[in-house]
């Protein structure tokens, strides 16, 4: 059973130089009580996808297509004071920069206060009460509540951000990029506390990251984006074990320590193809180490590759080749 | 005028040192307010270097009527453009020598603040310790006084004269562009440029004022842009207080005049509204101009 | 606390810049040739007032010693006495004071309320019609001198429609009970309206600007579109965070703005014969009154210094990052 369904759903962008489409029809499904990871390349589309689906999006973008099933109601459908008074309660965000999602004149038990009493109907008692919980639960000191965020630590603000999006014990929680913004070893233990949590509430999660090791560590399900689009998703050790998408394979082999430090660190080169005029073809062609003349002719669909993963890549069949062939670092490397 | 070099330098980019200035003229151009803004003055420029020839009258002259009686206070629009004050004196003659005065303040009292301003400032910045101490700290005195009452005491010891207002301004109103350029210096100095020259082991002097001056010369345009309409505000202010310069005819002098003049019960309208409407022009010229550096428009309090 | 040593170590700073100030005062009017000192105590006066006060001022001493009785005096909130009023200057100026402030308060409270709101709504309607035609014209209001706005006001309002009287801070011939009650009667605020207004219309600008600016760039943090996504309405997440991050800047605008005002309603007061401290000192200087003028300009400036002072400690009280310094 799935807590949200993204089917074919299409993000575009009003720029200075035309329109850019930055999400092409994304499709996939966020299981109940599952991690679900979307990663990709920074200006993939994962985080225009996030905000789509909470529905707080910039002036410019507009969703053109597609529809976001929230436990059998399509959230595109409602309007705007529907999906307002959804939000927080159904669908929680965590954010990149806490430093930066906080206000920094309010204390943080206010801003907690805020959201327990302004969206979750308690009163001020209540929700000094439920705030001293929260606080508790993600591991911060609820003395630190009269605090502004200022005084706050990175891990410590992140932490704040957690509790703040569980304020309401919402049924899918969005984490767009959570740890990126703090060092190593806080991001293990933010990313710990937060694992734990979701097992024992059994949230639902989406949490994007361009951090594949993080995907790999915390996420149950994993959707891989280039380029706006889906191109490979399905069980996280099933999809990061046995890629059948170029990209994919490329991606897991510039992130080593996922095999334990084995080959060597050797970046996808190349950029992203122009959004403004995709291609018609395989948007990953002019990166692609195996590309074909004919996959520049039409846009692969996703098929079904293995047990429950999926894949939009011509070359599927020969993935098992490929697969030898990518782990070698001169495939990457333009002659 | 350097009207036809402004493309090759604007096309230069990151050419040299001129570059900066390139931008500056760019920038203006791209802006329909800034482009009013020049024009203004450059109307008012022409205005003020021609009052010679453009003046009807001599703006301090009793004028009469053929039958020898004075030619106070005729209507506008007849034999005088904008009438004449009480005392038969041309007011659109007047308006115009006033031009001339209210720019030539303008201009040189902008000029010294913004060169106090900017020297300070790179000084300041550049130096740091114990010289940018001693700097900001005069400039925290600076902004201690109160500007038009100093302007007046100054007024009641020097001759009257409309350079009071400059030597004002020159003491007192540096400090707010000192301090925004000492900030551009202080992040200046850190680029790789600047290292650059400092390993080719330029004098710091020649570090200061080839490689880091040139830099900040726009913001400092951006002040002078400002500046000069506070100028002629300041000194309008001032000689309609009658602290001005005796003879000399600006416009704060003819509102001075018109106020002593019941100018104002009386109804004169077209004796007090000129002067305020071509301050008014000049002084928007400026924020024009310096609006398409976001001056203006996005004042900072506190840097 | 690191709070409290900051505030301590611009206590000394404005400390340091009165006395600066004073400094220079003291020196300009005992210096500078021509003097309305010995201008004034030469001529008309007997032998004997002349020596009382040369006494007075201590010019039989030397400069330094001068200088630390004008300091002492200073210290002890002496600031001799009138030429003109044969009164105490600290009396002359107090009464003088009041009007200015109640001009300066009057004034920048209209000003500010008007441009707060104001500029809160160009903000949003940043992009439109509004915002192009408004703009222009609240720059045109910054450039008009505010002498020439009260002028026109005056011919206006007060000569051509008779709606306002012309000058002054009271009409003739009336009296009160107190000076509270002077300032605090429908007599003073009809005198008061039209000054204040052609101050308060220059003033707008800059509070409007600014809270036009400050909107537009928290309106972009990341704070605000979290709000959006926590689902408060647009109130809390205007009024509530937005509004509260813009209006820093405009309260220490506010604070400074007092003391700019002090000095610089000099000419407003000239216009409209308001009784205050800018014009006495006009006045006074005028009619070489110099311990009236010396005072006014040092009341003018201990407001200013103060009010500097004090926008800094404002904006320290009202931004927490500065506030609560410190304690990670």
């Known amino acids: 059973m799935s807590v949200l369904s993204v089917q074919d759903l299409e993000v575009y962008y009003k720029t200075d130089r035309g329109v850019a489409q930055a999400v092409r029809g994304a499709s996939f499904e966020v299981p109940e009580g599952q991690v679900v990871g979307v990663v990709g390349e920074s200006g993939c589309g994962k985080t225009t996808l996030a905000r789509a689906i909470i529905g707080v999006m910039p002036k410019t973008a507009r ?55 302004e969206r979750g109907g308690m009163d001020k008692r209540a929700a000094r009460r439920r705030a001293a919980e929260l606080f508790d639960m993600v591991g911060l000191d609820p003395g630190r509540l009269r605090d502004f965020p200022h005084q706050y630590s990175g891990g410590m603000r992140q932490r704040a951000a957690i509790a703040l999006a569980l304020a309401l014990e919402p049924r899918l929680v969005i984490a767009d990029e959570p740890v990126t913004a703090l060092d190593v070893i806080i991001q293990r233990q933010v990313l710990d506390t937060f694992k734990e949590l979701q097992g024992r509430l059994g949230l639902s999660v989406i949490l994007i990251t361009h951090d594949i090791s993080v995907v790999a560590y915390a996420s149950d399900r994993v959707v891989v984006m280039y380029a706006g689009e889906v191109i490979e998703s399905g069980a996280t050790a099933e999809v990061l074990g046995r890629p059948f998408h170029p990209y994919t394979m490329g991606l897991c082999k510039a992130f080593p320590e996922l095999h334990g430090g084995g080959g060597t660190l050797v970046p996808i080169e190349g950029s992203p193809p122009d959004l403004i005029a995709p291609p018609e073809g395989c948007s990953f062609a002019d990166r692609c180490p195996f590309v074909e003349p004919e996959c520049r002719t039409a846009r692969p669909p996703l098929v079904d590759v293995a047990s429950g993963s999926l894949a939009a890549c011509r070359r599927t069949s020969e993935a098992e080749e490929l697969r030898v062939l990518a782990g070698e670092a001169g495939t990457w490397l333009r002659s | 005028m350097p009207v036809t070099a402004e493309p090759s330098a604007v096309r230069g980019g990151g050419r040299g040192r001129f570059a900066a200035v390139g931008r500056a003229f760019a920038l203006v151009r791209r802006d329909p307010f800034a482009t009013a803004g020049v024009l203004i003055y450059t109307v008012f420029l022409t205005i003020a270097i021609f009052a010679d020839q453009l003046a009807t009258h001599d703006p301090n002259q009793i004028l009469y009527r053929p039958n020898g009686r004075v030619a106070s206070n005729l209507p506008p629009f007849a034999q005088h453009i904008l009438g004449t004050t009480n005392l038969g004196r041309d007011i659109y003659s007047q308006l115009v020598y006033g031009a001339r005065s209210a720019l030539i303040v303008g201009i040189t009292a902008a000029f010294a603040v913004v060169m106090i301003g900017t020297l300070v400032g790179l000084v300041a910045g550049f130096f740091r310790g114990f010289v940018d101490m001693v700097m900001m700290r005069i400039a925290d005195v600076a902004l201690g006084i109160p500007f038009l009452p100093f302007v007046i005491v100054l007024s009641s010891f020097l001759e009257p004269s409309m350079w009071n207002v400059v030597i004002g301004m020159a003491l007192v109103v540096w400090p707010s562009t000192s301090r925004v350029i000492r900030s551009q210096v202080l992040s200046l100095r850190e680029r790789t440029f600047v290292e650059a020259a400092r390993v080719t082991g330029s004098s710091p002097f020649r570090i200061l004022f080839v490689h880091i001056a040139p ?59 000129p002067p305020g409407v071509c301050i008014i022009l000049v002084v928007v010229a400026g924020f024009f101009v310096s609006r398409g550096f976001e001056e203006v428009l996005f004042p900072r309090l506190r840097d | 606390m690191q709070g409290s040593s900051r505030l301590v170590s611009r206590l000394v700073l404005t400390l340091f810049v009165l006395w600066t ?155 009160f009970s107190s000076e509270w009650a002077r300032i605090f009667s429908l007599d003073f605020l009809r005198h008061l309206i039209l000054p204040a207004t052609a101050l308060a219309l220059y003033l707008q600008g800059l509070p409007l600007l600014l809270m036009r600016t400050n909107m537009l760039e928290v309106m972009q943090e990341d704070f605000v579109t979290m709000a959006r996504m926590k689902g408060l309405s647009n109130w809390a997440i205007v009024i509530r965070h937005a509004a509260r991050n813009a209006l820093l800047p405009v309260a220490t605008a506010f604070a400074l703005g007092i003391g700019q005002s002090v000095g610089g309603n000099v000419v407003v007061e000239t216009v409209f014969s308001w009784p205050g401290l800018g014009r006495m000192l006009v006045d006074a200087v005028a009619a070489s009154d110099y311990p009236l003028a010396q005072g006014a300009f040092l009341l003018i400036t201990t407001v200013l210094v103060t009010m500097n002072f004090v926008a800094d400690l404002l904006y320290s009280l009202l931004d927490p990052r500065i506030a609560h310094a410190g304690h990670r």
């Open chain 1, 63 to 117: 969703i053109a297509g597609g529809r976001l099933m929230f436990q059998g109601v399509d959230l595109l459908g409602l309007s705007p004071r529907e999906m307002a008074s959804r939000r927080w309660r159904d669908i929680a965000f965590i954010p990149q920069s806490a430093m930066n999602s906080l206000d920094p004149v309010y204390r943080v038990g206010t801003q907690m206060a805020e959201v327990l009493v």
């Open chain 2, 215 to 273: 830099n900040v010369l726009p913001l400092s345009f951006v002040y002078g842009s400002i500046a000069v309409g506070w100028a002629i505000l300041t000194e309008a202010s001032v000689s309609f207080l009658g602290f001005g310069g005796g003879d000399t005819v600006s416009w704060g002098s003819m509102l001075q005049n018109a106020y002593a003049s019941q100018a104002l019960s009386r109804g004169w309208y077209h004796w007090f509204v």
């Open chain 3, 21 to 175: 100030v004073a400094t220079i005062l003291f020196l300009i009017f005992r210096l500078m040739p021509g003097s309305p000192l010995a201008a004034f105590v030469s001529p008309t006066f007997t032998p004997e007032q002349q020596d009382s006060l040369r006494r007075q001022f201590g010019l039989d001493r030397t400069l330094f010693d001068q200088y630390l009785l004008f300091i002492g005096n200073l210290l002890q909130g002496n600031l001799g006495e009138s030429f003109f009023y044969k009164r105490p200057v600290g009396e002359v100026v107090m009464t003088a004071f009041a009007n200015t402030i109640a001009l300066t308060l009057g004034s920048l409270i209209v000003a500010y309320t008007f441009g707060v709101l104001m500029g809160a709504m160009f903000a949003w309607k940043r992009g439109t019609r509004v915002e192009a035609v408004g703009i222009p014209i609240v720059l045109v209001t910054r450039a008009a001198p505010e002498f020439w706005l009260g002028m026109v006001l005056l011919a206006i309002f007060s000569f051509g429609l008779g709606w306002f009287p012309g000058g002054g801070a009271n009409s003739a011939g009336q009296s």
